[in-house]
């Protein structure tokens, strides 16, 4: 289907802690990838099951070694077959956080923390160990047994651990696969936090997109044991042509907001996108911060003039800068709000009334 070139964002130049460049058969699977991730937040590493995201987490933390190629975290080389280099799993500054959390089940939880705390060898600057107790909320579980514990519970203790050993990076094999929806929203909320306040970059697999979208600064999709695509989350979301996501269902785009104030006219607040008006429901917010919101495409409607006499709130004045048929029933319309995308689902039928403004 016609349509303009769709462009990827100008952005600078990354400064990257970790260099990925490996080839590893496990059976019939084929594991072959090559990215960087940066030295800052969180890097989710996106796919469905069978991907190889978990393959690719024991590979960073050393409980497999690769056929080929090297890894990399900062100056510190974890393994480089060409040269025989194979650090140990426990020489690497890295925090693991499986799915179960694999606590020792003869230790009390204060015990496990413990043993976090004594491998962290004395890297500087120090975890202080009541900041992960606190924040975590650990101080009643201290003199528990594992086998005691909340899938939820566990998993706190798996993070607090993790924090304690002072990586210089986090591993996160889809911590939450486990845990009902209730346990979820409390982990995740905790796995904000722990971004904030403690600053360690994270490695975070998932095949959920709620998970990516709560949690990624820097994107991977891997699919096939392959990397279909890695960057930054918002060069990725709401692009018509990304790998993995654009054909899901529920694909979206993900908007960077700034918070301006109460609503005047009633109880929500108003934000601003790329100097155009938003407003949003009542949330626990405060003006002057960076908002992240996540438009899922079949609720953008698209209109060739101003829109009356409808109950939509929002109206931002957008520029079409591609189409893509998905073979459906559906065609995503990827449209620019000044430096940011937005996508919208509409029918086959529809598209004609936009050929003038392609």
Known sequence: MAGSTCRPLERPPMTHALTIDIRHQRGDFRLETRFEAPATGVTVVFGASGAGKSTLLDLICGNLQPDHGAIRLGEQVFVDTSRGIHVSTEQRAVGWVPQDGLL????????????GARRSR????????QQV???LGLGALLQRWPR???GGERQRVALGRALLSNP????LDEPL?????PRKAEILALLELIKREFAIPAIYVTHSLAEVLRLADHLVLLDAGKVVASDRIDALMGRAYTPLLSMRADTGSLLTLQVAGRDPAGDGWLTTLEGQAVLIPRLPLAAGIPLRAYVPANEVIIATQAPQGLSVRNALQAKILC??????GSVLVELAVGAQRLLAAVTPAAV??????L
């Not at 020792?104 to 496990?112: I, Y």
């Not at 004395?122 to 160990?129: D, E, H, K, L, S």
């Not at 189409?323 to 459906?328: C, E, I």
């Open 104 to 115: 020792f089940p003869h230790l009390e939880v204060a015990a496990n923390l413990d043993f």
């Open 122 to 129: 004395g890297r500087q600057p120090a975890i202080n160990t």
């Open 133 to 135: 107790i606190d924040t």
């Open 148 to 150: 005691t514990l909340s």
């Open 168 to 171: 210089s990076l986090l591993l």
């Open 177 to 181: 696969a486990a845990l009902d929806v």
């Open 323 to 328: 189409l893509r048929d998905r073979g459906d």
């Open 352 to 357: 004609s009334a936009l050929a003038p403004f």
